[in-house]
């Protein structure tokens, strides 16, 4: 059995194959016998897990675990719209499950995006750190806009205990049979 992290770079759809032609996860990972747990917006880069046991997929995809972003947004968040984040927002007429979110100095580290995010002068952006705990489609980028500040770049950094470090863009690595049990444990 195999679980591997791969960071997904933005523009990659998170399948194997695509009718139209665009770039998949067989530009990157030349092993069949994973599958992704989860998905990944086309739009989005980041941490993706990928593993060849069914029931870890499906526990990654249904379990409550934290998900930890890093998202660029347009403008200046205030302390009302990060606590209405902490609170939950209404989404397509639900409200999100709380989640954790702060402001945070811009990743340095993080490779800049290909394309860049495009800038304008006027209009200032800043990062935050936000952990879900819940999966919908496209929620980081709808609960920013439902604050009034849209994503302009998101990169997922952990899913449970699972990080993105020592990893760039394309690249992957299977993950120990510690860190699978640790990944595990934190599905209970």
Known sequence: MTTIAFWKPYGVLTRFTDDDGRPTLADWI????????????????????????????????????????????????????????????VVRGRRTAPAAVRAIDEPTWLPPRDPPIRYRASIPDMWIELTLTEGRNRQVRRMTAAVGHPTLRLVRWAVGPVTLHGLAPGAWRTLSPGEVDELRQELR
């Open 30 to 89: 030349d092993r069949r016998d994973v599958y992704p747990a989860g998905r990944l917006d086309r739009d989005s880069e980041g941490l993706l897990l990928l593993s060849s046991e069914p029931e870890l997929r499906g526990r990654l995809t249904a379990s409550r675990h934290p998900r930890v972003y890093l998202v660029q947004v347009e403008g200046t968040m205030d302390e009302d719209s990060l606590d209405r984040i902490r609170s939950g927002v």
